[in-house]
């Protein structure tokens, strides 16, 4: 399960990697300060392609992880492509991006399928506390023996 870099709003999800807020000792502030910088720059990167793509705007609760990575790696491919092909004009382009569809049609079944029944039991795996306190001490330890390596 992949997990989100958050501030301290969010729930004490697993999928939820929070900031600290008031951190004690070396190792705790030195993954605040790497959480924070890190959640910057991914919330600036995933700005720029929302604005450029609607499908990144969109929820993707829904989608595989796998459709999921290959969408964000085709939208980074080509928001790089177009941002190579500006900079070779050389000049202003006004770029009309895609509207964003506020009533998306949803077909729902009430079937209960193995992937129905696999999603119910991910999402109660999301919302454990301690797989969420656990993965934040791996977190803070993974990052303290890199910073010994380096």
Not at 21 to 27: D, E, F, L, M, R
Not at 112 to 117: A, G, K, L, P
Request: hydrophobic content about 35%.
């Amino acid at each position: 399960m992949g997990y989100y870099l958050t501030d301290g709003i969010y729930l004490k999800w697993s999928t939820f990697v929070k900031t600290i807020s008031s951190p004690q000792g070396h190792k705790r502030k030195l993954f605040a300060k790497t959480q924070e910088m890190s959640r910057k720059d991914v919330e600036l990167a995933f700005g720029v392609l929302q604005a450029r793509f609607t499908i990144v705007r969109g929820p993707a609760r829904f989608f595989y992880s796998e459709t999921l990575q290959d969408i964000m790696k085709a939208c980074v491919i080509l928001h790089n492509m177009i941002v190579e092909d500006e900079r070779d004009v050389n000049k202003a382009v006004e770029v009309d991006y895609e509207p964003i569809d506020d009533n998306p049609t949803i077909q729902l079944s009430r079937e209960h399928t193995n992937e129905f029944t696999e999603f119910i039991e991910t999402h109660q795996c999301i919302q454990d506390r301690e797989i969420h306190d656990q993965l934040q001490l791996d977190l803070i330890e993974h990052l303290w023996q890199l910073q010994g390596e380096l």
